[in-house]
Nanobody, 122 residues
C-alpha cells in the first residue's frame, strides 16, 4: 500500500493550496481517508476525514469553514483544499487510510503517506 501526498508549498497568509493524496495497492473505495498535520515540536493532530464513498466528512474545529475534503474513487485520490490559510496552519500534512471508517485518532489508521509541507508566511 502506498499513499503519496503532494501539493504543499509556501503561501502567504490568506492564500490557498490544494493537497492531493494518491493511493495505490489497496481497494481505495473501501477505505476512509484522513488528513493529519504535525508542526515542529507539536503532536500530530487530526485535520479532516472523508468516508469511503465521500458521503460523510469531518473537520477539526480549527479548520472548519476554511478547508474542504473531497475524493475521486476513479482516480484513487483524495483532495484537501486549504483556503484562508493562517501562519498557524504551517505543518507537515499527512494522509492516512482506515479500512474501518472515519476516525479522528491517528491510532485508527493503518496506512500513512510521507507528508507534504505547508508553510504559511504572515
Amino acid at each position: 500500500v502506498q499513499l503519496q501526498a503532494s501539493g504543499g508549498g509556501l503561501v502567504q497568509a490568506g492564500g490557498s493550496l490544494t493537497l492531493s493524496c494518491a493511493a495505490s495497492g489497496l481497494t481505495f473505495s473501501m477505505y476512509a481517508i484522513a488528513w493529519f498535520r504535525q508542526a515542529p515540536g507539536k503532536e500530530r493532530e487530526f485535520v479532516s476525514a472523508i468516508s469511503r464513498v465521500g458521503g460523510s466528512t469531518d473537520y477539526a474545529d480549527s479548520v472548519k469553514g476554511r478547508f474542504s475534503i473531497s475524493r475521486d474513487n476513479v482516480k484513487n485520490t483524495v483532495y484537501l483544499r486549504l483556503n484562508s490559510l493562517k501562519p498557524e496552519d504551517t505543518a507537515a500534512y499527512y494522509c492516512a487510510a482506515n479500512r474501518w471508517g472515519m476516525a479522528t485518532s491517528s491510532a485508527s489508521y493503518d496506512h500513512w503517506g510521507q507528508g507534504t509541507q505547508v508553510t504559511v508566511s504572515s
